[in-house]
Nanobody, 125 residues
Framework: QVQLVESGGGSVQAGGSLRLACAAYGYSAPFTCMAWFRQAPGKEREKVATIDHVGRTTYGDSVKGRFTISQNNGKNTLWLQMNSLKPEDTAIYYC???????????????????WGQGTQVSVSS
C-alpha cells in the first residue's frame, strides 16, 4: 500500500526558511511525477512545484525563485526548500505522486492518485 508521509512544517517569521520532506513507502516502482501542493484556508488547493522522472522541475508563479523542489537518487524522498517565506505562504502543504509523466494536467490535484496527509506551514509578519 502506497504511503506518502510529509514532515518539516512549522512556524516561522517572514523572510525565514523551512525545508519540507515527503517519504514514500510501499510503492512498486519509482513515481514518474511528484509534486508539492498547498491549500490555505478558504482557498483551493494549488500546485507549488513538480519534478519529473529525470529531474525537470516546474514552479507556481508565486514561489518561483524562492522555493526549490528536489528528490533523492532513489526517488523515495521528496523535498521542498522554502526560502524568503511570506505570510501568504501560510497553508497546509501536501506531497502528491503519480505513475504518469509530468505534463498536461499536472497542475490539477485530481491528476494525482496518491497524497500525503499534509503538514502545516505558518508564516508570521
Amino acid at each position: 500500500q502506497v504511503q506518502l508521509v510529509e514532515s518539516g512544517g512549522g512556524s516561522v517569521q517572514a523572510g525565514g526558511s523551512l525545508r519540507l520532506a515527503c517519504a514514500a513507502y510501499g510503492y512498486s516502482a519509482p513515481f514518474t511525477c511528484m509534486a508539492w501542493f498547498r491549500q490555505a484556508p478558504g482557498k483551493e488547493r494549488e500546485k507549488v512545484a513538480t519534478i519529473d522522472h529525470v529531474g525537470r522541475t516546474t514552479y507556481g508563479d508565486s514561489v518561483k525563485g524562492r522555493f526549490t523542489i528536489s528528490q533523492n537518487n532513489g526517488k523515495n524522498t521528496l523535498w521542498l526548500q522554502m526560502n524568503s517565506l511570506k505570510p501568504e505562504d501560510t497553508a497546509i502543504y501536501y506531497c502528491a505522486a503519480a505513475w504518469k509523466y509530468c505534463g498536461d494536467g499536472d497542475s490539477l490535484s485530481s491528476w494525482y492518485p496518491y497524497w500525503g496527509q499534509g503538514t502545516q506551514v505558518s508564516v508570521s509578519s
